[in-house]
């Protein structure tokens, strides 16, 4: 919906401001060119000693805090103008969400459904996926009685966190046009790749149908075993119609017109399979949680000073290889014409490997200093990402 940044921030502010409706708020992302001193805020209201209060919850990677937050205008309006790109706004008659963008306008999408609010101070997240939901069973979360099992709570919490992420960026990817309107006749098309046991491939499957998004996803994985089982549960389930499996090398993959492409947790070089096979394939949203980080670090044998001082303590240069790594890949995206963050898509308790690459095709022509500032770390580093090699097209000439 077109309206100014203004005006969109405005909006939220007065749905924030109306605790006797809201549900919730969640800022992530940041805006280009700003700097954001939280990854993601949570603020939900709250009841304390009689009075309802907004309780602001936010990570610095290290430790999660909370604090309440003055119901008035001017800290609120401070808050959601300090850089955050992404807002999404819940309150009980529906969801308001906001991206801006580079340029800086506002792409709104408002939403309406019922939502409960629960001003319990203790209140523990509202689940997206139903524990008792007969594919979590299937696929081994969840036992007989609809109960997550001890040993399966950070796959499910993951797998939850992801569908967070995944679904306010998909609205706003529609509500802008990078994305078409899912019909019946014309569903959404999602490829997960390296999709291993399926948690991740039924739970976005399962939760976009509740929510009346006609979707038709593949997942693709090497073993022929994962295809034979996760089909076979498709078929209990009764969705082989919009859901099937596929065993194949991400990286050759017959799955094809993918409007979505997603990957968590793909090994290594198979982020890059994934990565350079959705560019490839045109994919116009990737979600991408990658996992360890290898091929660059082997590669990493001429530091360039004054980095030596980093690079001589194991430990260490292991963690910039994976940041380095990942933000390369990051670059790569802008340069073939995505719009790119980074960002943490859940806390570092639950997998150490909590970073998320999205990126959105916007076809925008890349700078001419996205270009620069790549071939520069390269050279400066000695390395040569696996990715570039994945997507020749970009660096021919």
Request: charged fraction near 25%.
């Amino acid at each position: 919906m077109p309206i100014s940044l203004v005006d969109a921030i405005s909006d939220a502010c007065a749905h924030i401001l109306n605790t006797s409706t809201l549900v919730r708020v969640v800022l992530s992302g940041r805006r280009r060119n700003m700097v954001t001193d939280f990854d993601r805020i949570d603020i939900r209201p709250v009841e304390i000693k009689g009075s309802v209060a907004l309780q602001m919850s936010y990570s610095d990677g290290r430790s999660k805090s909370v604090k309440n937050l003055s119901i008035e205008e001017e800290p609120v309006l401070k808050l959601l103008e300090s850089g955050y790109a992404n807002i999404l706004v819940e309150h009980t008659s529906g969801s308001m969400s906001i991206r801006i963008t580079k340029s800086g306008d506002a792409l709104v999408h408002y939403e309406k459904m019922e939502l409960t609010q629960d001003l319990s101070h203790d209140r523990k997240k509202a689940r997206l996926l139903d524990p008792a939901d007969p594919f979590l069973l299937e696929v081994g979360i969840a036992d007989h009685k609809g109960v997550i099992k001890p040993t399966k709570q950070d796959k499910y919490l993951q797998v939850e966190e992801f569908l967070r992420l995944l679904v306010p960026t998909l609205h706003a990817a529609i509500s802008a046009g990078h994305i078409h309107q899912p019909t019946k006749t014309h569903p959404l098309t999602i490829v997960d790749l390296g999709c291993g046991h399926a948690y991740l491939t039924f739970a976005v499957h399962q939760y976009l149908c509740s929510i009346g998004i006609p979707v038709k996803i593949t997942g693709v994985d090497v073993r022929t075993a994962s295809r034979d089982r996760n089909n076979a549960i498709a078929e209990k389930l009764g969705i082989t119609s919009t859901i099937s499996f596929r065993a194949e090398e991400i990286a050759t993959t017959t799955a094809e017109n993918p409007d979505v492409a997603i990957a968590l947790h793909a090994c290594d070089t198979a982020t890059d399979d994934a990565i350079g096979w959705a560019v490839n394939s045109d994919a116009k949203l990737m979600l991408i949680a990658p996992c360890c980080h290898h091929d660059l670090q082997t590669q990493m044998l001429i530091t360039p000073e004054p980095w030596a001082a980093l690079t001589k303590f194991g430990l260490m240069k292991e963690r910039l290889g994976d940041l380095l790594t990942d933000s390369l890949r990051a670059q790569i995206l802008r340069i073939a014409g995505y719009r790119v963050e980074v960002i943490e898509f859940i806390g570092g308790e639950h997998t150490p490997r909590n970073l998320m690459i999205r990126a959105l095709k916007t076809r925008a022509a890349p700078e001419a200093i996205d270009r620069q500032r790549y071939r520069e770390m390269c050279n400066q580093w000695g390395v040569t990402p696996v990715l570039e090699g994945k997507i020749p097209s970009l660096f021919i000439g």
